[in-house]
């Protein structure tokens, strides 16, 4: 009777610390990240926007972004800064053809440029300073049923 209290206290002990464990380690994976007393950097998952051109989607512009912002600036908007700046990526990436940044690869600086002026005028508010890419690509639909086909015949 005792070796199965013994066994149960056991258990939960192991059970509670790797439950702290984990939560510490995941506490240092924020998408939010303190570079300075000046700018935070936000880290957005990746946004899949498609590209419709004659009524059809003809392919998908992949984008990994990360925002460097002004945290005090950032307390003026009225939502979620994530949430604030990931919408407006999506509305300025549909409203450009994703074609035309696979075409103007040497024009990316500028886009990224009209990007930030786009987000910060929604609210006439300097919050972001700059924008870091860490992916974008655009696949055409051949190119996205060539990798699925691909992988169903492994």
Known sequence: MLRSILLGVWICVVALTSLFAILWLNSGNSSTKTIDEKGEII???????????????????????????????????????????????????????????????????????????????????????????RQLDFLTKDEIRDIKMRKSAN
């Open 43 to 133: 880290k957005l998952d990746s946004i899949n926007v498609p590209v419709i051109a004659d009524s059809q989607v003809t392919g998908y512009v992949i984008a990994q972004l990360d925002f460097v912002i002004d945290p005090t600036k950032s307390k003026m908007i009225p939502m979620p800064i994530e949430v604030f700046i990931s919408g407006e990526t999506y509305a300025f990436l549909y409203d450009r053809r994703g074609q035309d940044l696979k075409r103007k690869v040497s024009r990316l600086g500028k886009t990224m440029d009209d990007l930030r002026n786009s987000i910060n005028a929604r609210y006439n508010v300097e919050v972001v300073r700059a924008i870091e890419i």
